[in-house]
């Protein structure tokens, strides 16, 4: 009986490691950064034209000199949806950062989320409707309105 306990407790323990790991890994290093957005995101087109929404994740890491370097972390990213990974990923990298503090930077990275959503009612063409708000450094919401279609069957 002593060593099925010993087995549960073993169990349990991995369990926990295997959840918080993945929570530990996104724990930003960077404190007290600001990035300054060079451009805007695109909402693509034909992802428009689709009605496609979805939030695209990327670990950001930022070195100590030259461009961020991102990796892909998690969102729809098959087929027609790379069209929205590109955007966001074209997005974070023409960022700029800077540090608030006098002291020296160091190399940090942080997870950033760039949201694709269309809201209210469609619009007929040509709609030009693009809103994009910055909540902080780590989201942006990219918003349009969905186009009404040009196609009669």
Known sequence: MYSGRRTVKKLVLLILVSVASPLISQVPTCKRFLAQNT???NYPPIARAAHMSGTIRFTVIIPLTGAPNLVFLDGPHEGVW???????H??????KYGWFEAQESK???YIASVEFRQSGEA???PNNYLRV???DETHTVVEVKPTVSTVSY
């Open 123 to 125: 619009l007929p063409p």
């Open 82 to 88: 790379q069209t929205l990974v590109t955007s966001a």
């Open 90 to 95: 074209d997005y974070l990298a023409s960022r």
């Open 133 to 135: 708000t910055v909540i």
């Open 107 to 109: 190399p940090c990275s």
């Open 39 to 41: 451009q805007l995101p």
